[in-house]
């Protein structure tokens, strides 16, 4: 049906950009703060996130009929503890020196605001097509946010930007010429807060521009 | 372990690795709950209090009941540890129920105070995250005293965090922030300018 | 009952569920973490100590952390190395610090764990600074200075801006030789 399809490639879209879950929604922000001194850290989170809100939506959504009242976050959190388990022993076993550098905020993952919230309001509510758009919509929005995040601060902080060595390949851009520039501040915490603050700042500036000329 | 050694690991999670500031735990409430100093204040002292529980009660799940259980069924002790997670959280969620059940019946202001925000410690960071800190340092695993000193640190961290912005942001209030920065943003700035600050108790330890 | 059998059996269905394939995935994936855990520790071990082929774990008396009979190719000692750790100045430093048969020289030192300063404390983990120990005397104290090395004089330079960090992973080496020095000397 063209009308349904329609709406869960805008469910998928909305997840980017207008819905973002960090940009917009605000949610998950420990993560956000968290590993994003590194693109790779943030990348490697960012699959993780896709890959537990992907099943977690899966689940609930197939399961929205059974699901009481009184159990429903229970239910939301075994699941999401579940999926995140697995996640957290795969990249124990692929990327382990990555899964080290990003520590506790995989289990954190479990409670993450952005799976919960999706479960809630979209899967619980909507068939599998739209579910499963809202997560990839969602998941990829927030790897993104977090990678762009990522970037401004490991290219900022550690004057370049490598990627997977533990898969074996390399790629950055150019350590060695920044390096003695840079300011390392922004791979540890304070730079964190102030570059999420910034950039929320412009992302805000920029939706309000945009309501303001689709009013006028 | 010698009370040094605990001061040590206390001034350690309230101070050098504070949850919010150096460690990233509890941003969600952070943000949404510093507004006003009272009420940071009081979702500092629940935190406090459900992150010490928290942090004893999985302790014991994992060393008196995961180990234990792993060793008899399996013969190693390490063998059901990968239910940790699965674990944690349901303690943590049910704990929180009890403390909503509590609350409710014996201090019915302060509950109705609290409104949607004491469902929302379940998901509040900090507390799993002082759980799995707390599992994954090997000092801490050996003793339950330096855990639960240990929680409680960075329950009172989180609290001092969250009352100073708090504070903070009473003042703010009244300045010209710029549209775009207003909320999340001018919080977010303070909160470097006050991580930046935090850093600077970085080797007390010394 | 009837009502909580009502209320819950779809939680205990899919507790059960998720517990067997929870358990499968770990079964599945275990030996290949546990490979990864150790090698950056064997890794570490041969860097340290060269010639090394494998190693053994060996109990020291008085040291609760391990020590390793490092071995070559053929079977015969080439060395021991000593695992070690303790506080930096962000958190905790783990290393490898080893010596030779007759743990008379350090062979080489190895920082396999820290949360230092990037860019600053950190540099901990860099072999040419960590060089320094190679060929300094186990059996005195190793003194940070802040100057160049003067030779014979069992002394490493600190990194510009991370003293600490630097005197850190000194005294952690220090500990752990004092330790378990006496004990190797024993064990020729």
């Known amino acids: ?216 | 372990m010698d009370f040094g050694a605990l001061v040590g690991i206390f001034i350690g999670a309230v101070l050098i690795n504070n949850f919010v500031l150096a460690q990233f735990l509890g941003i969600c409430p952070f943000l949404g709950v510093s507004r006003k100093v009272d009420m940071a204040f009081g979702m500092g002292c629940a935190v406090t209090f459900v992150m010490t529980v928290s942090g004893v009660v999985t302790w014991l799940i994992v060393h008196g009941i995961l180990a234990p259980v792993g060793e008899w069924l399996l013969g190693d002790k390490e063998a059901l540890f990968f239910l940790k997670y699965v674990a944690f959280i349901m303690v943590i969620a049910s704990m929180v129920q009890l403390v909503e059940m509590y609350l409710k019946k014996f201090f019915r202001s302060l509950y109705t105070a609290f409104g949607v925000f004491l469902p929302l410690i379940t998901t509040n960071c900090a507390i799993l995250g002082a759980c799995l800190l707390i599992d994954m340092n090997e000092v801490y695993q050996q003793s339950l005293l330096s855990s639960a000193v240990f929680a409680f640190g960075g329950g009172l961290g989180f609290a001092l965090a969250i009352t100073i912005m708090a504070g903070i942001r009473e003042h703010v209030r009244f300045s010209d922030v710029p549209k775009p920065l207003q909320g999340a943003g001018i919080t977010l700035l303070t909160a470097g300018i006050l991580a930046l600050a935090f850093m600077g108790f970085a080797g007390i330890g010394k | 009952m009837q009502k909580f059998i009502e209320e819950s059996w779809l939680i205990l269905v899919m507790g059960a569920v998720f517990a067997v394939l929870l358990a499968g995935v770990q079964t599945s994936l275990a030996p290949t973490i546990t490979v990864n855990q150790a090698k950056a520790l064997s890794e570490a071990i041969r860097e340290v100590v060269s010639g090394t082929d494998r190693s053994e774990e060996v109990k020291i008396e008085g040291y609760d952390r391990k020590v390793y009979r490092c071995l070559g190719p053929d079977g015969n000692l080439v060395g021991f190395a000593i695992d070690a750790q303790g506080i930096g100045f962000a958190d905790k430093i783990h290393l490898v610090v080893g010596v030779t048969v007759d743990a008379g020289k350090i062979t080489g030192l190895k920082v396999i764990e820290n949360v230092e300063t990037p860019g600053l404390g950190n540099k901990i983990a860099d072999a040419e600074w960590a060089g320094q120990y190679r060929d300094l005397d186990p059996g005195r104290e190793i003194v940070v200075q802040k100057r160049p090395p003067k030779p014979g004089e069992n002394e490493v330079q600190a990194i510009t801006g991370a003293t600490i960090s630097s005197k850190a992973v000194t005294k952690i080496a220090n500990e752990a030789l004092r330790k378990v020095r006496p004990e190797l000397v024993k064990l020729r």
């Open chain 1, 1 to 216: 049906m063209a009308e349904a399809s329609q709406s869960n490639l805008r469910q998928f879209s909305d997840g980017i950009v207008a819905n973002n879950p960090v940009l917009v929604q605000l949610l998950g922000m420990c993560p956000t703060l968290a590993v994003t001194n590194s693109v790779e850290n943030a990348l490697v989170m960012g699959a993780a996130v896709i890959f537990v809100l992907t099943m977690s939506n899966l689940i609930t959504s197939t399961l929205r009929n059974l699901l009481k009242p009184h159990v429903r976050i229970l239910i939301f959190t075994l699941t999401i503890a579940t999926f995140v388990t697995i996640a957290d022993l795969v990249l124990k076993a692929y990327v382990f020196e990555v899964s080290k550098k990003l520590g506790p905020f995989v289990p954190l993952i479990i409670v993450n605001c952005i799976i919960i919230a999706r479960a809630e309001v979209v899967a619980s509510r909507s068939g599998l097509g739209r579910s499963l758009a809202d997560a990839f919509g969602c998941g990829i929005g927030f790897t993104i946010a977090l990678c762009i995040l990522g970037a401004i601060r490991e290219l900022l902080g550690a004057g370049g930007i490598t990627i997977l060595r533990d898969l074996g390949w390399h790629w950055h851009i150019d350590p060695k010429t920044f390096e003695p520039h840079a300011w390392v501040i922004m791979i540890m915490p304070p730079g964190a807060f102030l570059t999420l603050g910034a950039v929320i700042g412009v992302v805000n500036h920029l939706r309000s521009r945009g309501a303001a000329k689709g009013g006028a």
